[in-house]
C-alpha cells in the first residue's frame, strides 16, 4: 500500500495539473470506487461538475482536492485513499482507457482529464465537508476532510508535535512498530517506513513503548522523516507497476532500501544478515545486532 512518500508524490503531480482548473463532467464506472460516498455514483458526479479544484492538500496517506463553494471558499473536498493499487493519472482525454478506469474526471478547458485507475478496488473517492482541523494548534491546514478529522498528524507536517508523541508512547503498553502504525498517533507511516526509520534509530519492532526515553522517541521521528524525505527525491518506493505517480511512472526507493525486504542480505552498517520476522500477518525486517531484541517484548 502506497505510504506517505508515494502519495505525496502524487499530490505534487496534482497539484501542478488540477490546481485552478474547473470541472466539466465526472464519469464514475465502477461504484465500488466511490462506495464511501453515501449518496451514491450520480450524487458524486453531480457534486464536481462546475466546481473549481484548489491546491491539493494530504495528511498521511489521504490526499484531497478542495472544491470551490460559489462565494470562491472550499467547502467541500474530493478525499482520495489509494488503498492497494489506486492510481491517480493525468494525460491527454483521448487516450485509450485503462483497463481498470474507475472513475474519470473531464476538466472544461478540455485538457489533461483525471482518471483513479484501480485494479483491486481497495481505494476508493468520496466528496466529502472539510470541517476545522483538530490537531496542531493552528499549524496545519486549516481545513480537513470531516472523514479524516480524527487521525493525527503526519511526520512531515509543521503540525506535528514530537513531544505530545513521546508523551503518547509512553502511555501505551505496546511495542514501537505497532504504535508507528497507528494513525491516531502518528499518520502516514506504514510497514516499508517503520522498518527503514527503526533501523536508523537502531531499535528493535518490539521495543515496549512504555520504556522508552525521549531521546529514543527523537531517534525513531527523526529516522522516519528522514526516510521519507529520502523517498520524496527519487519518486516513492515501487515494489510492482501498481504504485505510479499521476504520469505513470514508478519510483526507485527500492534501491535504497535499509532493511524492508532485505531478508538474509548483509546490513549496510556491520554486515550481519538482515532477519525477517512475522509481524501482524505481515513481515518485519532488522538487524540481529544494531537492533537487538529487548528483554521484554510487546
Known amino acids: ?23 466539466a463532467s465526472a464519469e464514475v464506472l465502477h461504484p465500488r470506487s466511490v462506495r464511501r460516498h453515501a449518496p451514491g455514483p450520480a450524487d458524486f458526479a453531480g457534486r464536481l461538475a462546475g466546481r473549481t479544484v484548489l491546491a491539493p492538500r494530504r495528511r498521511g496517506k489521504y490526499l484531497w482536492l478542495p472544491l470551490t463553494a460559489p462565494d470562491g471558499t472550499a467547502d467541500e473536498a474530493v478525499l482520495a485513499h489509494l488503498g492497494m493499487s ?3 493519472l493525468v494525460g491527454e482525454p483521448d487516450r485509450e482507457r485503462e483497463k481498470h478506469l474507475r472513475v474519470r474526471i473531464a476538466f472544461a478547458d478540455g485538457g489533461r482529464d483525471l482518471r483513479f485507475v484501480d485494479q483491486r ?20 491546514p486549516g481545513l480537513v ?9 503526519d511526520p512531515l507536517e509543521d503540525a506535528f508535535d514530537a513531544e505530545a508523541f513521546f ?6 503498553k505496546t511495542g514501537i512498530k505497532r504504535a ?6 502518528i499518520s502516514g507511516v506504514g510497514n516499508i517506513y517503520a522498518d527503514e526509520a527503526l533501523w536508523r534509530a537502531r531499535l528493535h519492532w518490539a521495543r515496549p513503548t512504555d520504556t522508552m526515553t525521549r531521546a529514543e522517541a527523537a531517534r525513531v521521528l527523526e529516522g522516519a522523516q528522514d526516510v521519507m524525505e529520502a523517498a520524496l527525491a527519487v519518486g516513492g518506493t515501487s515494489f510492482d507497476s501498481l504504485y505510479v505517480d499521476v504520469n505513470g511512472d514508478s519510483g526507485y526507493f527500492e534501491r535504497s532500501l535499509d ?34 531484541r529487548p528483554r521484554r517484548m510487546r
Open 1 to 23: 500500500m502506497p505510504e506517505l512518500p508515494e502519495v505525496e508524490v502524487v499530490r505534487r503531480g496534482l497539484d501542478r495539473w488540477t490546481t485552478g482548473r474547473t470541472i
Open 86 to 88: 489506486g492510481q491517480l
Open 145 to 153: 476532510p470531516e472523514p479524516i478529522v480524527h487521525i493525527a498528524a
Open 180 to 185: 508507528l502504525l497507528d494513525q491516531s498517533l
Open 167 to 172: 508523551r503518547a508512547l509512553r502511555r501505551r
Open 121 to 140: 478496488t481497495f481505494g476508493h473517492l468520496m466528496v466529502t465537508d472539510l470541517v476545522p482541523d483538530a490537531v496542531g494548534g493552528g499549524k496545519g
Open 259 to 292: 532493511a524492508y525486504g532485505r531478508r538474509d542480505q548483509p546490513c549496510r552498517r556491520c554486515g550481519t544478515p538482515i532477519r525477517r520476522d512475522e509481524f501482524m500477518n505481515r513481515s518485519s525486517f532488522s538487524c540481529p545486532v544494531c537492533q537487538p
